[in-house]
């Protein structure tokens, strides 16, 4: 069993190694990818040393093994369908930068510190307001709420996006439930109860703005 | 010198003690801080001790005082005022989360997971279009981006949120460090270049989704 604050970690090992093996690096070491990342290379080596032996003592590990075998952990070497409901101002921002992020920006150059896996992709909104079902928005089409259990057995909804008012938070999350959705990223800030088969992150952006606040003192 | 893996755990702690202090309870354990927070116990009790000696071994911390610690460590024992640049999807999103999160929503429960601190404010906001500037936004005053550095002294703004597109965040980075201010949280996907007394977080909502993806075949 992996513990969560590993999971956590594995999509920066991810977008370190995808950066280096575009650079053609064949080996990297756990020093590199702790100098990328922000980790030490003792927690680097102990993290991947969960997923088997592949480092080479004093050498590294083989950019492409490694950049494979992370995609395999975090089920990205397939097709990850995710869902969005809530198209307010939150979702509309995530489909933008959604856009951004894969498309890059003209005149900016795409930051490997952002990349984004290919195989993860948003590739349907749910709403309620009438205003806003029916249109495409950012390349993403939007359906009213209602058929969000159908949608997800049609488009094969694995992961949902939840930016909707508190209040919508629950009876949203009981239909992910119902529809069969394994895993939410929950906005609203409410608590979430949901089987234990569901995983649910419960994002929050204020949390960085505090411990920013530690560094306005030191 | 503090590691910034445990700036971030702080607010965290500092959420948890506020759980349990405003529940009545005296003494705080390790444990149920692990607990709470999702972290171990002895990561719990090694971030602390890196603060100083007030945990009682066997017993726990005082709530109060452990309370009054972490808001003393996150500086947020006096007010901090944070400004905002780009009132688009994200910008409004963020000023409408901080409205919520402080005030509650009619008939949803403020959940402990999501307080923020009172003392940790959105005071400002800036934009360059005609028609944000001049207006106030869920109780928050919006100004012309040329207005940032006579603002930021005015209002002692410490902390700039940067809501705006990847061209335009390095120019508008600039202005924040010309300005004074020492601690900027990123969402624009460009990687900024700031002098080293300036902390740069940059935040990454598809991370968590990248992680969550991991949950879908385990
Ligand atoms: N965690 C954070 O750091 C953070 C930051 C910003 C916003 N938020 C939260 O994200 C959520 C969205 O914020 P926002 O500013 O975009 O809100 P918003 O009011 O602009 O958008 C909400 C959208 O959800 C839709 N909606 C309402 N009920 C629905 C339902 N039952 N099914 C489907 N769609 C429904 C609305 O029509 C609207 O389009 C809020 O809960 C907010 O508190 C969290
Ligand atoms: N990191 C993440 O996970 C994440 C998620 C969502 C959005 N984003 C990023 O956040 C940023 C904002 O996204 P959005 O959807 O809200 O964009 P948006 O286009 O809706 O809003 C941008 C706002 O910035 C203003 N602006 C432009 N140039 C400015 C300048 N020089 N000074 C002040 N204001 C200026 C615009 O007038 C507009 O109001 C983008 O860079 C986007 O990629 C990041």
């Known amino acids: 069993k992996i513990p969560d604050v590993v999971v956590r970690r594995l999509p920066l090992y991810l977008r370190a190694v995808e950066d280096f093996y575009r650079k053609d690096q064949a080996i990297v070491s756990s020093s590199q990818l702790g100098e990328w990342t922000g980790f030490t290379p003792a927690q680097v080596r102990k993290d991947l040393a969960l997923f088997g032996e592949f480092g080479k003592q004093g050498i590294g590990y083989d950019a492409r093994f490694l950049h494979n075998k992370l995609r395999e952990i975090l089920g990205l070497t397939r097709d990850v ?10 979702g509309r921002a995530l489909l933008h930068h959604n856009v951004r992020a894969r498309m890059g920006t003209p005149g900016v150059e ?14 349907a909104a749910f709403d309620v307001d009438p205003e806003k079902v029916g249109v495409t928005y950012a390349q993403v089409p939007v359906y009213h709420v209602d058929q969000l259990l159908g949608k997800s057995a049609e488009l094969g909804l694995e992961i949902m996006v939840l930016a909707v008012p508190p209040d919508s938070a629950e009876a949203v999350a009981y239909e992910c439930v119902k529809a069969g959705i394994k895993a939410i990223l929950n906005f609203a800030p409410v608590n979430l109860v949901v089987p234990d088969d569901v995983k649910v992150y419960s994002a929050d952006l204020t949390l960085e703005l505090q411990s920013l606040a530690f560094y306005t003192t030191h």
């Open 81 to 90: 369908s995710v869902g969005l409901v809530g198209l307010g101002n939150l």
């Open 110 to 123: 795409g930051d490997p510190k952002h990349w984004v896996p290919e195989t993860l992709r948003i590739v």
